[in-house]
């Protein structure tokens, strides 16, 4: 039973060999046409150029913690407002980054919502960005489709109104991309646009306005807490030493925000402007357009073409 079963895979595998090769031109040309014209195809898309940078947290926005060492400090650091924590703020960075408060604050710069929501094209040879009939460049308006049924019978098909920030968050979000490495802690942020130019813009722009937000939200922070620990100072000389230490970590963490540009980001490796376009892939397209075409020529031959002889 076993001999007979092990004789007809041999046939089985026979037949389907014999069958390739008897079609092998027909399943070589199907398979080659359809790769070409994946090839043709991928010419298509625009092309998409990835600015990438790779960032650590520094030290600068985690003042030395005198908690750690005298634990009466604990209840005044938490009424003065001080964190001793020198946890990881890997997540945090992120989460800012991504958020739609922290977009607003880009938008805030000329350039990067007609960038993010316009462009058509990007001229090589002048280096310059193309923008689509939904805004001019010339006089600084939108003029964009308004797809309600109520404003189409009204005969107000466009509108002037700039993007909305939901909107212009969910293109942000296709083209920023950041995520934090598990064993070194470094923070991998990437750009992709396709203007090579304004992907190294946007994403330096990214790291420059989180330090500057940082610093000086810190700086406000800090000058609240001495406000309050000068008070205690002066009302209590039980706790004059604690309070002193405190006060010395307030100044010490004041003073890093305003003479430290990398306060909380600093790049190990530095954005560039990309010279090669990260997608698309022509021979990506090729060898998919290739596997396609030999899965189609293998469907005619073995059910279709099988039929009809």
């Known amino acids: 039973m076993n001999e007979f079963a092990d004789n007809q895979d041999v046939l089985d595998l026979s037949d389907f060999f014999s069958k390739i090769y008897k079609n092998f031109y027909l399943i070589a040309g199907l398979s080659l046409c ?8 991928s010419f298509s898309f625009d092309k998409r150029y990835e600015s990438n940078a790779i960032l650590k947290v520094t030290n600068s926005s985690q003042t030395m913690n005198p908690i750690s060492s005298n634990s009466s400090l604990g209840a005044i650091a938490a009424i003065s407002g001080f964190s001793g924590s020198g946890a990881d703020k890997g997540e945090y960075v992120m989460a800012v980054i991504k958020s739609r408060r922290f977009l607003e604050t880009l938008l805030d710069n000329e350039g990067v919502l007609e960038n993010l929501m316009a462009v058509e094209s990007f001229d090589e040879e002048s280096k310059s960005i193309e923008y689509n009939g939904f805004y001019d460049d010339e006089t600084k308006q939108w003029s964009r489709p308004k797809k309600t049924l109520l404003l189409s019978l009204l005969g107000k098909n466009f509108i002037t109104d700039k993007p909305t920030l939901l909107e212009a968050h969910e293109k942000y979000k296709n083209i920023v991309s950041i995520y934090q490495d598990r064993q070194d802690k470094f923070i991998r942020i990437s750009v992709t646009h396709m ?14 306005n989180l330090n500057s937000i940082e610093s000086k939200k810190d700086f406000l922070e800090s000058r609240e807490a001495l406000d309050y620990l000068y008070e205690e100072l002066d009302s209590s000389i039980l706790i004059r030493d604690a309070t002193s230490k405190l006060i010395e970590s307030q100044l010490q963490k004041q003073m890093l925000t305003q003479i430290s540009d990398d ?4 790049y190990i490796d530095r954005s560039y402007i990309p010279e090669r376009k990260s997608s698309p892939s022509r021979l990506l397209f090729l060898i998919m357009g290739f596997f396609l075409g030999l899965f189609a020529s293998f469907i005619y031959v073995f059910f279709y073409k099988e039929k009809e002889d």
Do not use: E, H, R
């Open 34 to 41: 359809f790769a070409f014209i994946a090839f043709g195809l």
């Open 195 to 208: 203007s090579p130019i304004f992907a190294n813009d946007l994403l330096t722009l990214i790291v420059s």
């Open 263 to 266: 306060y909380l980001l600093q």
